[in-house]
Nanobody, 118 residues
C-alpha cells in the first residue's frame, strides 16, 4: 500500500506564494506519475500539474506560468510551488500517484486547504 502525506497549505493574500509538499511511502511501482489536483466547493476535482519520474511535466492552463511542479525521486516527494496566487486558486489540493502498469494503483492524499484571500 502507498501512503501520501501533504503539507504546506494555508491562508495567503492575493499575489502571494505557497509551496506544497507531498511525501509518498510504501511500495511504489517505479514507473508512475505524481500530480496535484484541486477541488473547490461545488466544483469537480481538476488536475493542476503532474510530473513523471523522468521529469516530464504537464500543467493546467490556469497554472502555467505561475505554478511549478518538481520531484525529489530519492525522497519520493513531489512539490508544487505556487506564485502569484489568486482568490480563484482557493481549493483543497490533493496529491496523487498513478502507477503506470496494468491494474496499477491510483492513490490519493488527504488533501490540504489553500485559501487565497485578503
Amino acid at each position: 500500500q502507498v501512503q501520501l502525506v501533504e503539507s504546506g497549505g494555508g491562508l495567503v493574500q492575493p499575489g502571494g506564494s505557497l509551496r506544497l509538499s507531498c511525501a509518498a511511502s510504501g511500495r511504489i511501482f517505479p514507473i508512475h506519475i505524481m500530480g496535484w489536483y484541486r477541488q473547490a466547493p461545488g466544483n469537480q476535482r481538476e488536475l493542476v500539474a503532474a510530473i513523471t519520474r523522468t521529469g516530464t511535466t504537464d500543467y493546467a492552463e490556469s497554472a502555467k506560468g505561475r505554478f511549478t511542479i518538481s520531484k525529489d525521486n530519492a525522497k519520493n516527494t513531489v512539490y508544487l510551488q505556487m506564485n502569484s496566487l489568486k482568490p480563484e486558486d482557493t481549493a483543497v489540493y490533493y496529491c496523487n500517484i498513478k502507477e503506470v502498469r496494468s491494474n496499477g494503483g491510483d492513490y490519493w492524499g488527504q488533501g490540504t486547504q489553500v485559501t487565497v484571500s485578503s
